[in-house]
């Protein structure tokens, strides 16, 4: 029987020497859960972003919005690996797709809020500036909506790369094998590995908070989202 490492205040130093020790092992674990985490976040932003903000256009579909947030946040993650063993196989597509379940209700949540809770003053003035229903949602609700839009972004890829250790048990790589073998990198191992996703679930926020500064108007930056308190407080805390 193999027994685990027991914690002492040396850990954490070991932990920091294991990475100088092994980089070629770190820097492959990492570099397979950023490609994991990254095609994760890139189907669910094409999913849940453009279907947020049309929805939040047509102000139609908050009953969706709230119940598929809802519904992936009570389906843990491991269970949904689980699951998709049956159909998609052991493997690095099986635990894409759980990962895109769980990044999709926040941003999806989000978006819809974020568009539907633009101030409909400015919504009207544009239309009557003869702007067409495109125009109105490039050019007004979504510089306007994107402060929340990318709060959802940046919780989900949060989510997203904590939550892609999980990986090790269904064969698709990263950081996690390290996290999940402690019998063959001990206890600094595990936490070294912890560490390295800490850092990246750290780095992916501070990614997306950067972009959403490039993105966001110089007029509207530092502003907060030009939405109805009673809308955030209904779904969002959902």
Same mark, same amino acid.
């Given at each position: ?71 992936? /946040? ?64 490039? /050019? ?45 990198? /001990? ?52």
């Amino acid at each position: 029987m193999i027994l685990a490492d027991a914690f002492r205040p040396s850990t954490f130093p070991d932990a920091f020497r294991f990475i100088g020790d092994h980089p070629h092992l770190i820097w492959t674990k990492t570099a397979e859960h950023i490609e994991l985490s990254a095609a994760a976040m890139g189907v669910a932003l094409a999913i849940a972003i453009p279907l947020g903000i049309f929805l939040g256009h047509v102000h139609r579909g908050s009953f969706l919005a709230v119940n598929i947030s809802n519904m992936g /946040r009570a389906l843990p993650s491991l269970a949904v690996v689980a699951i998709g063993i049956a159909f998609l196989g052991i493997g690095f597509t099986n635990v894409m797709v759980a990962l895109v379940v769980l990044a999709v209700p926040p941003m999806l949540t989000n978006a819809y809020v974020a568009v539907d809770g633009v101030d409909p003053d400015a919504v009207e003035a544009a239309r009557g500036m003869g702007m067409r229903p495109g125009q109105v949602v490039l /050019r007004v609700e979504l510089p306007l909506a994107l402060p929340l839009v990318f709060a959802g972004i940046r919780t989900a890829a949060v989510f997203v790369v904590s939550t892609a250790t999980l990986a090790a048990f269904a064969g698709g790589g990263g950081l996690g094998d390290i996290i999940a073998n402690q019998a063959s990198y /001990r206890l600094e191992g595990v936490v070294a590995a912890a560490l390295c996703v800490s850092a990246l679930a750290l780095a992916a926020d501070f990614a997306f908070g950067a972009l959403q500064l490039v993105v966001t108007p110089h007029g509207l930056r530092g502003r907060p989202p030009a939405i109805e308190p009673d809308v955030v407080t209904g779904l969002v805390s959902q």
